[in-house]
């Protein structure tokens, strides 16, 4: 099981989760420590036998880099394995203009620094042309890593690639323990921000339960991101719909990471998560109900549909196009965004309009899964 470990500096993870992500699009397998390690690991065990399993070792170097004991420790451990082995496995990456240590200045680096996509490339067809790919590792084995561009917005390239060796390989069965998220951390911290504000707020008791009930239903909706992927890759790969089938796992990310950093806003102030690149009015499902959320969530793609049935599973609403959608919705009294969102509605899914004609025409029952799903969910 061939990967490249990446040893690096948990000060410049944002820069490594770009890397590990720009390989993984490229077919190249990465050991990474989040993508490895789960709570109650022996960190020295996981990572030294890491470092001896895997034939590359990417060290991303920086200023930092040398400074902590525990990488330090990791760049020791490579060096010994070449000695040991008489073989060269690491290979230097500069992110910055902090020199190499002198154990390695004289070795072809990788200097991300300079020009980060040539360098890239070179580095992808290295591990090409040594046989490193991603399909050598039986995909039950894999970690299938879902990247967020924004805080809502999923990189379909990576859904695609799995999609293709899924559909090849239909015995195969994903677990949940399977799937990382690249910015459930930062649903923790923005949370952490709403939390504190509320400390400050310990007077208003009925608020107070009711960022409590929130805080549950984040949680929930998390539970549900799991399984409601674990379903489409599972359930579909059998189907060679791979661009549907990507860009079904997109929306159905989209409508649950809007809700999740929804709720979450109604306790924060729009300065304090503008950092994070999150806006109210970008979240796929907004509680504040104004037409121009709709607007500009439909400017994500032309035409969509919005199917949206309640608890006794009767069909209330559809629209095809946003102007529509805005004009309708003034008809149902309970079908504002934030009904939507923390209303008795069970089902609420976006789709786009090409996805939705594509699963009636090729009768794929996406649609009554989801329903039946998240039904059965509440």
Same mark, same amino acid.
Not at 223 to 239: A, E, V
Not at 304 to 319: C, G, P, Q, R, Y
């Given at each position: 099981?061939?990967?490249?470990?990446?040893?690096?500096?948990?000060?410049?993870?944002?820069?490594?989760?770009?890397?590990?992500?720009?390989?993984?699009?490229?077919?190249?397998?990465?050991?990474?420590?989040?993508?490895?390690?789960?709570? @109650?690991?022996?960190?020295?065990?996981?990572?030294?036998?890491?470092?001896?399993?895997?034939?590359?070792?990417?060290?991303?170097?920086?200023?930092?880099?040398?400074?902590?004991?525990?990488?330090?420790?990791?760049?020791?451990?490579?060096?010994?394995?070449?000695?040991?082995?008489?073989?060269?496995?690491?290979?230097?990456?500069?992110?910055?203009?902090?020199?190499?240590?002198?154990?390695?200045?004289?070795?072809?680096?990788?200097?991300?620094?300079?020009?980060?996509?040539?360098?890239?490339?070179?580095?992808?067809?290295?591990?090409?042309?040594?046989?490193?790919?991603?399909?050598?590792?039986?995909?039950?084995?894999?970690?299938?890593?879902?990247?967020?561009?924004?805080?809502?917005?999923?990189?379909?390239?990576?859904?695609?690639?799995?999609?293709?060796?899924?559909?090849?390989?239909?015995?195969?069965?994903?677990?949940?323990?399977?799937?990382?998220?690249?910015?459930?951390?930062?649903?923790?911290?923005?949370?952490?921000?709403?939390?504190?504000?509320?400390?400050?707020?310990?007077?208003?008791?009925?608020?107070?339960?009711?960022?409590?009930?929130?805080?549950?239903?984040?949680?929930?909706?998390?539970?549900?991101?799991?399984?409601?992927?674990?379903?489409?890759?599972?359930?579909?790969?059998?189907?060679?719909?791979?661009?549907?089938?990507?860009?079904?796992?997109?929306?159905?990310?989209?409508?649950?990471?809007?809700?999740?950093?929804?709720?979450?806003?109604?306790?924060?102030?729009?300065?304090?998560?503008?950092?994070? @690149?999150?806006?109210?009015?970008?979240?796929?499902?907004?509680?504040?109900?104004?037409?121009?959320?709709?607007?500009?969530?439909?400017?994500?793609?032309?035409?969509?549909?919005?199917?949206?049935?309640?608890?006794?599973?009767?069909?209330?609403?559809?629209?095809?196009?946003?102007?529509?959608?805005?004009?309708?919705?003034?008809?149902? @009294?309970?079908?504002?965004?934030?009904?939507?969102?923390?209303?008795?509605?069970?089902?609420?899914?976006?789709?786009?309009?090409?996805?939705?004609?594509?699963?009636?025409?090729?009768?794929?029952?996406?649609?009554?899964?989801?329903?039946?799903?998240?039904?059965?969910?509440?």
């Amino acid at each position: 099981m061939a990967k490249v470990f990446i040893s690096y500096s948990s000060k410049d993870d944002q820069f490594v989760k770009r890397l590990s992500t720009d390989l993984l699009k490229h077919q190249v397998p990465v050991w990474l420590d989040a993508y490895e390690l789960s709570i @109650g690991d022996s960190l020295p065990d996981i990572i030294f036998q890491g470092i001896d399993d895997c034939p590359f070792i990417l060290v991303v170097f920086s200023a930092i880099y040398k400074k902590s004991p525990w990488t330090s420790r990791e760049f020791e451990a490579v060096l010994e394995k070449e000695q040991r082995d008489k073989k060269k496995y690491l290979i230097p990456v500069r992110i910055d203009e902090h020199p190499l240590p002198s154990e390695i200045e004289e070795r072809i680096r990788v200097n991300l620094s300079a020009n980060y996509d040539s360098e890239m490339r070179k580095l992808v067809r290295f591990f090409k042309s040594e046989h490193i790919n991603i399909s050598s590792i039986p995909i039950s084995e894999r970690q299938i890593v879902f990247n967020f561009k924004s805080p809502v917005e999923v990189d379909v390239l990576l859904l695609k690639n799995l999609l293709f060796d899924l559909h090849k390989n239909p015995e195969s069965e994903i677990g949940r323990k399977q799937l990382f998220f690249t910015n459930l951390g930062m649903i923790d911290e923005v949370f952490g921000i709403a939390r504190q504000r509320m400390d400050k707020w310990t007077g208003d008791i009925a608020l107070s339960l009711q960022f409590e009930r929130h805080s549950l239903k984040i949680e929930s909706l998390i539970d549900d991101m799991h399984r409601g992927i674990l379903i489409i890759l599972n359930q579909y790969k059998n189907y060679n719909h791979i661009e549907l089938l990507s860009t079904s796992i997109f929306w159905f990310l989209k409508a649950i990471m809007g809700s999740i950093y929804a709720y979450i806003l109604i306790y924060t102030d729009p300065e304090e998560t503008l950092r994070f @690149g999150l806006r109210r009015e970008d979240l796929a499902f907004s509680p504040f109900g104004y037409d121009e959320t709709f607007k500009k969530f439909y400017s994500v793609n032309e035409h969509a549909s919005l199917i949206v049935f309640n608890d006794t599973n009767h069909f209330v609403f559809w629209a095809d196009k946003a102007l529509s959608e805005v004009r309708e919705i003034s008809k149902y @009294g309970k079908l504002p965004f934030a009904e939507m969102v923390f209303g008795d509605l069970v089902y609420k899914y976006f789709i786009p309009q090409n996805v939705f004609v594509s699963l009636f025409n090729d009768k794929v029952p996406l649609m009554n899964l989801f329903q039946k799903y998240m039904i059965s969910n509440n």
